[in-house]
Nanobody, 124 residues
Framework: QVQLVESGGGSVQAGGSLRLSCTASGYTVSIINMGWFRQAPGEEREGVAAISTGSGITYYADSVKGRFTISQDNAKNTLYLQMNSLKPDDTAMYYC?????????????????WGQGTQVTVSS
């Protein structure tokens, strides 16, 4: 089993930056894809960014391209999401997720393993 723990959320003004971290433990060698997802109250969970852990290929939602950067530190089993130029619309609970297969990288329904989430609040 893989366990995921997020950290780094908080409150920031529009235009500010935050960096989220997700530390994986357990049978991490089995992970093929990891991603960041977010869910605002009353809305569906949406894919923000994902990375193929072997190739390092990254994927982004159109709404965050050019502002967010996903990266990984394999030695630390840690996934990061650098968020710059934050907007009030980015306010949500952010989740880290992992899966042992390929397939659609930003499809939340394709990920079986999830962290507990970390709140990001952007004020105008």
């Amino acid at each position: 089993q893989v366990q995921l723990v997020e950290s780094g959320g908080g409150s920031v003004q529009a235009g500010g930056s935050l960096r989220l971290s997700c530390t994986a433990s357990g049978y991490t060698v089995s992970i093929i894809n990891m991603g960041w997802f977010r869910q605002a109250p009353g809305e569906e969970r949406e894919g923000v960014a994902a990375i193929s852990t072997g190739s390092g290929i990254t994927y982004y939602a159109d709404s965050v391209k050019g502002r967010f950067t996903i990266s990984q530190d394999n030695a630390k089993n840690t996934l990061y999401l650098q968020m710059n130029s934050l907007k009030p619309d980015d306010t949500a609970m952010y989740y880290c997720a992992a899966k042992k297969w390929g397939g659609p990288p930003l499809d939340a329904s394709d990920y079986p393993r999830w962290g507990q989430g970390t709140q990001v609040t952007v004020s105008s």
